[in-house]
């Protein structure tokens, strides 16, 4: 069996060298997507595609049993100017995979895929496996795991693929965009006149840096809301008769997301919009047995700040995977070659005779 790790490893390395020279912004995956097809083709699987999102079923499907899902996306980010390094140029230096995506998240979905093959074909598993690879994480794209979901059929638990140097994110913060309009009435501003939405929108604003939500969770902590945009006027000499600004909600468990949007209406003046609400803070029990298997393992727990596609499933997950969140979206993105081949064999002792 080690032989088998080992040569799904090295597979899996290749292939993340291959996405990498492949440009896959989001919404443009569908290169990348191909790569996985015929990588999961190649190895024996019967891979499905729709859209930019590709995934595999275990052979041995058993409708009675539990299923786990085996998810991490595929897309990247642009690359920012201070890269010296060619983002898409697989350079391997060392241990280093240098280039973009390398470490979020594709040592984690190249991982993911040669665990769900090492898997694929076994009879004495007490569960399913399914292995998506996904679109338009970085954008929360509708296109990517929300539209594949509805396809996989009834799943018990998601293990999602981030860079978490293969500690387990037994909790995860979801995220609140709250669009704000505070109103007035327009007036020249020599004279007493109009009534200034600038004005109220600053009080709202003030509402939103000192208000604090009561429940805070041990570990995610508090409900942390941050206005981020703000405008105002047309000119210098007119009373402004509308404001805009812009909050970023990160919400923690203890809060739905539309019941946080209530409470932020309860409070202030201006009209607050939802972009969506859909991206939910998430959490695993701590005696839930994957994270009994992970601790065993000596695997520490944690709640993670960053957004990942955890927040749009609907079932219990858990966010592991080798690398390091510190070097997502950083010039120069890497993930060491160790790193993939300890995370191959993290997530098959997750796994291997794991009972749900």
């Keep these: ?5 080992e040569r799904l490893t090295e597979d899996a390395i290749e292939l993340l060298q291959e996405l990498i020279q492949t440009p896959s912004l989001s919404r443009e995956e569908d290169q990348t997507a191909k790569l996985i097809f015929r990588f999961l083709t190649f190895h024996g699987a019967h891979p499905r595609q729709d859209k930019n999102n590709v995934w595999a079923v275990s052979k041995n499907f058993d409708a009675a049993k539990p299923t786990i899902l085996l998810n991490s996306h595929h897309d990247t980010v642009k690359a920012g100017n201070t ?4 983002p898409l140029g697989a350079v391997v230096d060392g241990d280093k995979l240098i280039g973009l995506g390398s470490n979020d998240a594709g040592a984690s979905a190249v991982s993911l895929l040669a665990t769900f093959l090492y898997f694929h074909e076994r009879t004495d598993l007490a ?3 399914i292995c998506a690879i996904t679109a338009e994480e970085e954008v929360s794209g509708v296109n990517g ?14 293990i999602v693929g981030e860079p978490t140097q293969m500690d387990l994110a037994v909790a995860e913060k979801g995220l609140v965009v709250l669009d704000c309009v505070a109103h007035g009435r327009t007036g020249h501003a020599a004279r007493e006149e109009g009534e200034n939405a600038l004005y109220k929108a600053v009080a709202d604003i003030r509402w939103f840096e000192e208000f604090r939500f009561p429940e805070v969770s041990p570990l995610l902590g508090p409900v942390k809301m941050t206005v981020t945009q703000i405008q105002a006027g047309s000119q210098h000499n ?5 404001c805009t600004f812009v909050v970023d909600v990160r919400t923690n468990e ?10 932020v209406r309860q409070h202030v003046t201006s009209d607050v919009t939802p972009r969506s ?13 994957l994270v009994q ?3 065993s393992l000596g695997r520490r727990t944690f709640g993670s700040v960053t957004l990942s596609d955890q927040s749009m499933m609907p079932f219990t997950t858990v966010k592991v995977g080798p690398g390091d969140s510190a070097r997502s979206h950083t010039p120069d993105e890497y993930i060491l070659l160790s790193e993939i081949r300890a995370g191959v064999r993290g997530y098959i002792e997750l796994l291997d005779g794991l009972m749900l």
Excluded: A, C, F, K
């Excluded at 069996?1 to 790790?5: D, P, Y």
């Excluded at 007119?238 to 509308?242: G, M």
């Excluded at 203890?254 to 409470?263: A, K």
């Design 83 to 86: 890269w010296i390094y060619d």
């Design 293 to 295: 298997r992970g601790i």
């Design 254 to 263: 203890l809060y739905s997301n539309p019941e946080v949007v209530e409470l």
């Design 145 to 158: 795991i929300r539209s594949v979901l509805p396809q996989l059929g009834h799943i018990d638990l998601g």
């Design 277 to 289: 609400t859909h991206l939910n803070s998430s959490r695993i029990e701590l005696d839930h047995p």
């Design 238 to 242: 007119v009373v402004p008769d509308r």
């Design 127 to 129: 569960y399913n496996l």
């Design 1 to 5: 069996m080690s032989e088998l790790i």
